[in-house]
């Protein structure tokens, strides 16, 4: 008995000790695939799945979406670049930079960057068309001066656009009609922080698409203009992979969209995808993986949802899922906790824990803040040496 005793705590370490180095090598072949682990599904931990396609999270507002992305993000961002298009401003990471559009990003919307010229004017038309809900006379309209703006300037831009619609000969008041209907709809993309933000030149898409990047949308008020850049930007990057041939069965970037809604909307079946739609299938196809964030499935396009390689769903309505997935749980949707979703993988239905990301501010940014106010004093008490001198003389 006594022998028993004194082996049986080196049995139970060396059982421990085997325990844990299983559990390393589990967690080195799932990220070694490209797994990130998010969450638990009760005891046990689960890894999400990063492939190129698109993952969407569904949920009402507090329901943790937003949480679910982030984490995401701060998981990915470490072996992969990510870009955030924040459209409530509402994104802190670790490692990110930030950019504000109008203020430290610039983006040329006219620009071509790659292929052919004519099928860059047919997704310019058919860009601002979907946006501004152009009719088919003022798409043929805005065409024209298209045409008329690519065959004489080298570097496009709205502003010089206005002025070729401008001199667009009219041959009726229809055509005046067209004509100012166009402007009105356009006019304020050439004032203020919108003016800024589409110019004539472009920040360096390759820093763009290789860094941990946000974008903050929030300095927009006017959603037309949110979802004109972030279609543009989508535009962009689909023209910069396909430069680069970047055919690829990994991941090599990600880009997370907020109120993907606005992106990809609900749309009937006999109607054509929209410009959305087609960035997201043709992306997949060079690596690339789009998570859209947004409150329903209702609210988005049925292939949105259908054609998704992972879809997680926080507290949202069980009628909305219903109807678009045909999916009924004994523990309903709209009764999910906090934080709390259930995922659909590899045709599996799991619910999820997910982790709770927290932002941590570094100590040595305040450091560098007072550096900063310090050397500003230095600076100050140098430039105004003789004042100092001056009153010291005087006291004496």
Known sequence: MTGIFKFYPVEMAFSTLLGIAVMLVYYFVKMKRGEVLVGRQGFSPFFLKILPGHIVIYGKTGSGKSNTAKLIASKISKKIPVLILDWAGEYELEKFERL??????????????????????????????????????????FRRALNQLFSEDTVPTLTRFLEKLDAIPLKSYYDHETKMAIKRRLAHLVE???????????????????????????????????????????????????SRKRFSEKVK????????????????????????ERLFAELRKYGECLIAVSQSPIETSWSLAKNARVVIIHNTLDKDVDSVFGIRINFPFSKLPVGEAYVIQD??????????????????????????????????EEENRDLYVEIEYEKN
């Open 100 to 141: 504000i559009p109008g203020d430290n990003f610039q983006v040329n919307p006219l620009e071509h960057v790659y292929g052919d010229l004519n099928e860059h004017i047919d997704f310019l038309v058919d860009l601002f068309g979907d946006v501004f809900q152009f009719s088919d006379p003022m798409r043929f309209m």
């Open 192 to 242: 203020g922080r919108a003016l800024r933000t589409f110019s004539d030149s472009s920040h360096s898409m390759k820093y763009l698409f290789s860094s941990n990047i946000i974008i903050d949308l929030s300095v927009f008020r006017s959603v037309h203009v949110k979802i004109l850049f972030t279609l543009i930007l989508l535009k962009i990057l689909y023209d910069y992979v396909v």
């Open 253 to 276: 970037h990600v880009v997370i969209i907020e109120e993907a809604y606005n992106i990809i909307p609900y749309r009937r079946l006999d109607y054509l995808p929209t410009i959305g």
């Open 347 to 380: 045709n599996r239905i799991k619910r999820v824990k997910f982790f709770k990301y927290k932002f941590r501010k570094k100590e040595f940014e305040n450091t560098k803040s007072s550096k900063i106010k310090f050397s500003h004093m230095l600076r100050f």
